[in-house]
């Protein structure tokens, strides 16, 4: 009597998420299983929530797509493609401000590479206690702490007369601020 061999489908898909900081694809190498739409889909709104939130890593995306698969009795293994390469995670965000001139305008769009690893000189997103996210170039690291700084030097001064008939002079200069690394959210690479 002939035996014949059965394939069965595995549960074991491998997911690639395709992103620029602003779209997600998401696409799967599973030979045999067509994967819910649903699936498809909950990860895309997931993965895009995900990459605009600054607090996001690779290894966060990716636990958020596998707890997805699981949902849906698949193991996933996920990859992120990004313009900067296979898992970098790419972060779209605006400029506020004038600190940063002439380098980068007010209203200017920015692509961020979340990373740790950056270098003196390096421009950089970070967040800051008092401001929330900001961007600055880095002057120096020291140990565990990293000074940020601006790139306009322009210093700003107003006069204001108080109500008692005396005038006091304000100076405004642009933020210069130490901060621990780990504020440092990535490197502007695309401006």
């Known amino acids: 009597m002939a035996t014949s061999a059965c394939i069965t489908p595995?549960?074991?898909?491998?997911?690639?998420?395709?992103?620029?900081?602003?779209?997600?694809t998401v696409k799967s190498s599973s030979f045999f299983n067509t994967l819910p739409s649903e699936m498809t889909l909950e990860m895309q709104k997931k993965a895009l929530t995900d990459i605009e939130d600054p607090n996001s890593?690779?290894?966060?995306?990716k636990s958020d797509m596998q707890s997805i698969a699981q949902e849906y009795n698949y193991t996933a293994n996920v990859t992120i493609v990004s313009q900067f390469g296979t898992d970098q995670l790419?972060?779209?965000?605006?400029?506020?401000?004038t600190s940063m001139v002439p380098t980068?305008?007010?209203g200017q769009g920015i692509i961020?590479?979340?990373?740790?690893?950056?270098?003196?000189?390096?421009?950089?997103?970070?967040n800051h206690p008092d401001y929330g996210m900001i961007v600055k170039r880095v002057g120096k690291i020291e140990g565990d702490r990293v000074y940020l700084m601006s790139d306009n030097k322009h210093v700003e001064t107003s006069t204001v007369r108080l109500s008692n008939g005396m005038v006091e002079t304000i100076t405004k200069t642009p933020l210069n601020t130490w901060l621990p690394k780990e504020n440092v959210i990535g490197i502007v690479k695309d401006y």
């Open 10 to 24: 595995s549960n074991n898909v491998g997911i690639t998420l395709n992103t620029n900081g602003t779209d997600v």
């Open 57 to 61: 890593t690779v290894e966060s995306v």
């Open 90 to 97: 790419p972060m779209v965000a605006q400029v506020s401000g």
């Open 104 to 106: 980068l305008q007010d």
């Open 112 to 126: 961020i590479l979340k990373t740790k690893d950056f270098k003196v000189n390096d421009i950089v997103v970070a």
